[in-house]
């Protein structure tokens, strides 16, 4: 059959503004969760994890925010530039279980 | 730079032909997993060793195989390869058998034409 590329959310952006991308995950026995960022041609890059004991974590210009009773994840980029631009994943896993990935979300920043 | 390598960055072959892709952890890093990422199906998980052992296996073809040898590098091995097989195959790396956070390699592309 016909091969179909993956369809991933897209997310536009000013460069300077804020962005947020979200993620739902299906597990409740999760307990560590993970984003990554992809650029083209690139391997998935570590950005900020939390544990499900926090509802929120900062690090360097990203925040990410747990919501344990709806199941999701965001993620938070302040003053967003032209280098973010990527493909995010969430990543989740559940005690001595293999990470599971999202799909992603393509985030473009416009100039 | 994540402190993952792998090579070749780039791979081209034809069907039915089998190829070796290779993976050198992070310093210290014991667990090695692999992924293969296409275009239709995002990033699937394969297989991760521990230690020189096999720990998990995700969904990994029976033409798939791999190992990591005393020096904690990991090789792929993908044979009688299809079409379908062209993707990127990255390597991530993490520091014991249960650690979550996996730092991940720059990839092989392959095509298989």
């Known amino acids: 059959g016909e091969s179909v590329g993956l369809h991933l959310p897209t997310l536009s952006v000013q460069e300077g503004d804020n962005s947020i991308i979200n993620c739902a995950y299906s597990?409740?026995?999760?307990?560590?969760f993970i984003w990554y960022k992809q650029e083209s041609g690139k391997g998935p890059q570590f950005i900020i994890d939390?544990?499900?004991?926090?509802d929120k974590r900062q690090g360097q210009r990203v925040t990410v925010l747990l919501n344990k009773t709806v199941k999701h994840l965001s993620l938070q980029i302040a003053a967003t530039q032209p280098g973010d631009s990527a493909v995010y994943f969430c990543a989740e896993t559940i005690p001595a279980r293999q990470l599971t990935f999202g799909s992603g979300t393509q985030l473009t920043v416009l100039p | 730079d994540s402190g993952v390598t792998q090579t070749p960055k780039h791979l081209i072959t034809a069907t039915g032909q089998r190829v070796t892709l290779r993976c050198s952890p992070r310093s210290g890093d014991l667990s090695v997993y692999w992924y293969q990422q296409s275009l239709d199906q995002g990033l699937q998980f394969l297989i991760q060793?521990?230690?020189?052992?096999?720990?998990a296996k995700g969904n990994i073809l029976e033409r798939f195989s791999a190992q990591q040898f005393p020096d904690l590098h990991s090789e792929l091995n993908l044979s009688s390869l299809e079409l379908g097989d062209s993707a990127l195959y990255f390597c991530a790396s993490s520091v014991d058998l249960v650690s979550e956070t996996q730092y991940f390699g720059p990839g092989t592309r392959l095509l298989v034409l």
């Open positions: 597990n409740s026995a999760s307990d560590y």
């Open positions: 939390i544990r499900s004991n926090m």
């Open positions: 060793y521990y230690n020189g052992e096999e720990r």
